[in-house]
């Protein structure tokens, strides 16, 4: 069935470095990767989002990238501080419709001050 | 504006007893969706439903049932808990449009001794 690995599982960073997340998903028909962030004890709250026409997405500090033809995308975190720290999902929606989604396992990020 | 209301937000149980987890949302969303969240293991789907009066299997549907009698409301019941169920239960939603991120509830945390 449709898999997404995440990578890494950790992740520790001083304040002010930048962070990366990567993704990879296995079916070739997923238009829609959502980002998701989740502090401890809190709801998934989602933070960007990318879809298939395009191929970069920036809002502020953070950026989304995606290569279809590898199937994977990326999430790059610029500027890091504390308040950033938490556990990070993507997710992507394959064929079949109804917005389901498929999620990796989760990067916890530990940023330092 | 509530967005997706879970309840309880605790609950401990015994092995063998049932009970019933409440989602509702108020944002007129067609689909719906449960998820089990568990250490190192992501979101995991459990049953979803893509409108009123219909539910189906999602990843992980064993020992759990579901119905969605009125569309703004979703309910997951355990007809005889299992340790194993012991996990941090989501419910979602998303509008009908596609590509749409899915809007996610508080979570109920529960224990099965």
């Known amino acids: 069935g449709e898999n997404v690995e995440q990578h890494p599982s950790t992740l520790s960073v001083q304040e002010g470095d930048s962070a990366v997340i990567k993704c990879t998903y296995s079916d070739s028909a997923s238009n829609y990767f959502p980002w998701y962030k989740q502090e401890l004890g809190k709801r998934p709250q989602l933070i960007i989002d990318i879809r298939s026409n395009v191929g970069e997405k920036k809002d502020q500090r953070i950026a989304v990238t995606l290569n279809k033809t590898a199937k994977h995308f990326s999430l790059h975190i610029t500027e890091t501080q504390p308040e950033d720290s938490a556990v990070y999902f993507c997710a992507s929606q394959p064929r079949g419709g109804y917005n389901k989604l498929i999620f990796g396992a989760g990067t916890r990020l530990a940023v330092h001050p | 504006n509530a967005g997706v209301t879970q309840t309880p937000k605790f609950r401990v149980l015994k092995t063998g007893q049932s009970m019933t987890l409440l989602c509702a949302q108020d944002m007129n969303h067609e689909y719906m969706y449960w998820y089990r969240q568990d250490p190192g293991m992501g979101l995991r789907l459990i049953h979803y439903?893509?409108?009123?009066?219909?539910?189906a299997k999602g990843e992980v549907p064993d020992g759990y049932n579901v119905s969605r009698l009125k569309k703004q409301n979703f309910l997951l019941g355990l007809e005889s808990a299992a340790p194993s169920q012991t996990s941090v239960y989501f419910c979602?939603?998303?509008?009908?449009?596609?590509?749409?991120?899915?809007?996610f509830g508080d979570g109920t945390r529960l224990s099965i001794l």
């Open positions: 439903s893509v409108g009123e009066g219909t539910t």
């Open positions: 979602a939603s998303s509008p009908f449009l596609g590509d749409q991120p899915q809007h």
